[in-house]
């Protein structure tokens, strides 16, 4: 357990050594959602209408540009296999850095999404909806990316491979995460949308970490 | 190679020799034109069923016919994709050569397959649904499965090494496999406009005899065109990353 926390505080750090990175997805994110309205109109109903899948595409592609960072760094400078060579378990490290890339790139978005919710036109309750899906959905995105940063370590035009590879795997999350904030909008019942996620979530977390711990394994060898 | 070898030498003789580059490649040699023969027959024979042997369709008129090439195509696509994993997942377990050649060749025809499906689906959607796509469960899930192919295809073409294209390409593969239920079942877990399964294991089928024959023969034949043509890809395979051994430069299609 101090393993993980251990690893969660290093790449935190390593973060904070250099913001601009981390600040470049995040602006990135503002950027892109502020162009939709400037690109189709500042029709509010229209807007409201978009807005949850807007948001969610946004917060995909910006988790996936932080992705590309999640081993590449430590691979090229040896660090990575230091740590496969540790006595600790790889699944615990690998955990870490998940948990450390969600907490840089996820829970920025699920903070800034009312923020920028607000300029879509979107009420209280759908605004809540909508960060209660992100904070599901991140995490399970940063999970699934793990597998594709793992696997795309040091081949050629890694960064494009990585996007081929990963946003396919994503668009179960997109279509509940998006679906639910629609639903509650039209006044549905968003409890299965939510159930699902979760589900996401929880088997993502059970199993990814071993995958991608597997991946790295590869990488390295 | 040297591993496999030993395990011929002294247990289970015949299929572990098999997983031998050098061994399968003859082989391989010998069963393709058997495998033509088959899909020829098979598809002409299911040409002719579902052409003028099979019924008028009550409500789709002639249009139905399509059925006889999209849904076997469906069928093979994700079949061809659950096989490629698991040759994917055995050259994982068993670090065999063979077996990740094996899933690197069928990748192209399960991606073709997939296509394939998508596009006669377009054809048949057009006419019925009055559009070429909808964004539905099941034409959405096969669209992903399209990307799947795509992505294992990349993955590999991109890593220079070849043993570690092998395993990286496996464990991408295994992870795709969660999405060929989601696929075969959105039909049902999801009010779709893409209609029911027509086929099932556990009621009768929900068509007419002849045009289940037709189906089940060109699903047949498609089957072994899969084959075919995935022997012949699985020999350049061979021939390409085995080029260091003598075997290879000794033979006699090399040669000439």
């Known amino acids: ?221 | 190679m040297s591993q496999t070898n030993n395990f011929s030498n002294h247990r289970l003789v015949n299929w572990f020799k098999l997983s031998s580059p050098s061994a399968f490649y003859p082989l391989a040699g010998k069963l393709i034109p058997f495998f033509w023969v088959l899909t020829l027959a098979f598809g002409l024979a299911g040409l002719w069923v579902s052409f003028f042997v099979a019924p008028v369709d009550a409500v789709q008129g002639q249009g139905y016919r399509i059925i006889f090439i999209h849904v076997p195509a469906s069928w093979m696509s994700m079949f061809i994709y659950l096989v490629m994993a698991a040759w994917a997942g055995l050259g994982l377990i068993f670090n065999t050569r063979l077996s990740a050649m094996m899933a690197q060749a069928l990748a192209p025809i399960g991606a073709w397959m997939a296509f394939l499906s998508l596009w006669t689906g377009a054809f048949w959607g057009k006419p019925m649904w009055g559009a070429w796509w909808v964004w539905d469960a099941r034409l959405t899930s096969e669209l992903i499965l399209l990307f799947l192919y795509l992505g294992f295809i990349a993955l590999r073409a991109s890593i220079d090494d070849p043993r570690r294209a092998d395993k990286a390409s496996a464990i991408l593969a295994l992870v795709g496999v969660v999405n060929v239920p989601i696929i075969y079942f959105s039909v049902k877990w999801w009010n779709t406009l893409h209609q029911g399964a027509s086929v099932s294991l556990t009621k009768a089928p929900a068509m007419a005899q002849t045009m289940l024959w037709g189906m089940l023969l060109m699903a047949l034949c498609l089957w072994m065109y899969s084959i075919a043509v995935t022997l012949m890809r699985v020999r350049a395979i061979i021939l390409e990353r085995e080029a260091h051994a003598d075997w290879v430069r000794q033979s006699i299609e090399v040669k000439s």
């Not at chain 1, 409201?48 to 996936?64: F, Q, Y």
């Not at chain 1, 590309?68 to 691979?75: C, I, P, T």
């Not at chain 1, 230091?82 to 490290?93: C, D, I, K, R």
């Not at chain 1, 979107?122 to 909806?129: E, F, G, P, R, T």
């Open chain 1, 1 to 221: 357990m101090s393993a993980l926390l251990a690893m969660i505080r290093r790449d935190l750090l390593l973060v904070m050594r250099r913001k601009s990175e981390v600040l470049t997805a995040l602006f990135f994110f503002v950027v892109v959602t502020s162009l939709f309205p400037l690109g189709i109109g500042a029709d509010a109903a229209l807007l409201r209408k978009i807005a949850p899948g807007v948001l969610w595409v946004a917060a995909l592609l910006s988790t996936l540009l932080g992705l590309h960072r999640m081993f590449a760094a430590d691979y090229q400078d040896g660090s990575l296999e230091q740590l496969a060579l540790s006595p600790q378990p790889l699944v615990l490290l690998v955990t870490g850095k998940i948990i450390a890339h969600w907490i840089v790139c996820g829970l920025p978005l699920v903070l800034l999404a009312p923020v920028i919710g607000i300029q879509f036109d979107l009420d209280a309750s759908s605004l809540y909806v909508l960060m209660g899906t992100l904070f599901l959905g991140t995490p399970v995105l940063s999970l699934i990316g793990s597998i594709g940063a793992a696997l795309t370590l040091g081949v050629r035009g890694g960064s494009v491979l990585l996007s081929l590879l990963i946003l396919p795997l994503y668009i179960p999350v997109l279509i509940f995460g998006a679906g639910a904030v629609y639903a509650n909008s039209v006044g549905l019942d968003i409890s299965g949308h939510f159930s699902l996620l979760g589900a996401l979530l929880i088997l993502a977390l059970a199993f990814i970490p071993w995958v991608s711990s597997a991946a790295v394994k590869i990488a390295i060898e």
